[in-house]
């Protein structure tokens, strides 16, 4: 390799330098930065720009370091202004400092300490993307789009989106005041205890004839939990399997692996996801294995603006194949690939290296996957005007055909409620229901 010019001269002048203690601070602070970028081979050398830029950041980097009122640590001011680098380039790359790398990977196996809520940074204000099921946020009420603007009384501007997470996190049952500004509404306060977070990744139930599955996040327990809900919905329910109800809704995401193993259980061939980054050659295409656990089963998926990432991948290579209905609200666009790249002792940085693309070319970025049909959000309540049947008619006959057992069972009001019990009140879960009956029945009359 060809000696790098640069490189000899910063040593030589670095060397004099530490053994002179007359000359100033500032080359000295200026020679260290210069000497990282000089190890590069001579042949990739930055342009002359380059030095001119790394010497600005050593003049502010000296004067700070020198003059701010409270002394700060070397180590701080540079890992401050890594991770000002990263978070200026996007919303998700950032740098991870031990603490928050070792947090990260505690994540992924799905357990950490905290409220409960995925959350991204908008307009220097803090984002719910999604409260995740059976979390203190999730019953305290926060919804997808609330913006978080105090915590504990004080403002989130200013911070970083990791600074004010790290400010939502703490010791288990000490409580935080969250302040909310949630469209329509006027700004309000809600009172959260903090707890450990385990998430089941992965709930099912069967509602009648359905299959309900809900994935709240994708970790790494997401596809055996997943294959064993199948397994268990197709003992309970038999031959009389309708399909199954994949609930994405409010999912934030998680994996990328698995993304795609979630949704090659349900494929038998095709691609599932392509990445591709600033480097043509560098584009990656996943295809599906054969073999679709489910048996061809009609699918029907929900989403919302909940619905990010992983979620978006399942839900776009579904849709693109044809093998799922898309019902709900257009999902959160989040089509982007974040790598975490390991650094020296214990910290790493996560990094957007590439965008991904459905199995049709679609780039979910910003724009996220339209529902095949449209179904938003609400509630159903019960006619409250009193309407009268053969039953309540006095004298009316009974009915002797109706089996005993059937008869009305009290709810236990103290049980978290069921998925059938949900679907009285979700009306995007009802349709759901509705759909899958409907196309069972239609099956069946063109059979017969």
């Known amino acids: 390799m060809r000696p790098n010019p640069m490189l000899n001269f910063t040593s030589f002048m670095l060397s004099n330098s530490l053994m002179n203690p007359s000359l100033n601070r ?23 720009d380059t030095y001119r830029q790394l010497n600005l950041f050593g003049d502010v980097f000296e004067r700070v370091r020198s003059e701010y009122v409270d002394k700060v640590s070397d180590k701080k001011l540079i890992e401050s202004a890594i991770n000002g680098m990263l978070t200026s380039l996007d919303p998700h790359s950032s740098f991870l400092d031990k603490k928050s790398y070792g947090e990260m990977r505690v994540q992924t196996k799905g357990e950490f300490g905290g409220i409960g809520i995925e959350v991204t940074m908008e307009n220097g204000l803090v984002k719910v993307v999604s409260p995740i099921d059976d979390t203190p946020g999730s019953r305290a009420g926060l919804e997808p789009g609330d913006l978080i603007t105090h915590l504990d009384g004080k403002t989130i501007l200013g911070l970083s989106l990791r600074q004010a997470v790290e400010k939502m996190r703490g010791p288990v049952d000490k409580e935080i005041v969250l302040g909310i500004r949630r469209k329509g509404f006027k700004p309000f306060n809600v009172k959260i205890k903090r707890a450990i977070i385990k998430i089941r990744s992965v709930r099912f139930e069967a509602i009648d004839n359905v ?11 997401t596809t055996p939990g997943l294959k064993n809900a199948i397994f268990e919905l197709k003992k309970e329910i038999g031959n009389g399997l309708a399909g199954y109800i994949i609930d994405l809704r409010n999912n934030p995401g998680g994996l990328l692996n698995q993304a795609i193993s979630v949704s090659d259980i349900f494929l038998d061939h095709g691609e599932i996801v392509s990445t591709r980054g ?25 989403i919302n603006t909940g619905s990010a990432s992983a979620s978006e991948i399942v839900a776009g290579a579904l849709q ?3 093998r799922a209905i898309i019902l709900g609200t257009q999902s959160f666009g989040k089509g982007s690939v974040q790598t975490i790249v390991p650094l020296s002792n214990d910290v790493a940085m996560r990094l957007t290296t590439a965008r991904y693309y459905t199995p049709s070319g679609k780039s979910i970025q910003q724009t996220g996957i339209l529902p095949d049909i449209k179904v938003t959000a609400a509630r159903i309540e019960k006619n409250s005007r009193a309407q009268r049947r053969e039953s309540d008619l006095p004298g009316a006959l009974e009915n002797t055909e109706i089996n005993k057992k059937e ?42």
Do not use: C, M, W
């Open 26 to 48: 500032n080359l000295i602070t200026k020679l260290l930065l210069l000497s990282v970028f000089a190890i590069i081979p001579y042949s990739q050398a930055y342009p002359s």
């Open 211 to 221: 299959g309900y599955i809900r994935i709240t996040t994708f970790n790494q327990q």
């Open 278 to 302: 600033r480097d043509p050659k560098n584009t990656s295409r996943v295809h599906a294995k054969p073999g679709d656990l489910t048996d061809g089963s009609t699918l029907v998926v929900l």
């Open 320 to 322: 693109d194949h044809k």
């Open 407 to 448: 008869k009305k069972i009290k709810p236990n009001s103290t049980s978290r409620p069921t998925a059938k019990e949900l679907a009285e009140r979700d009306y995007q879960l009802a349709r759901a229901v509705d759909l899958l009956r409907g196309i069972t029945l239609i099956k069946k009359r063109l059979v017969n």
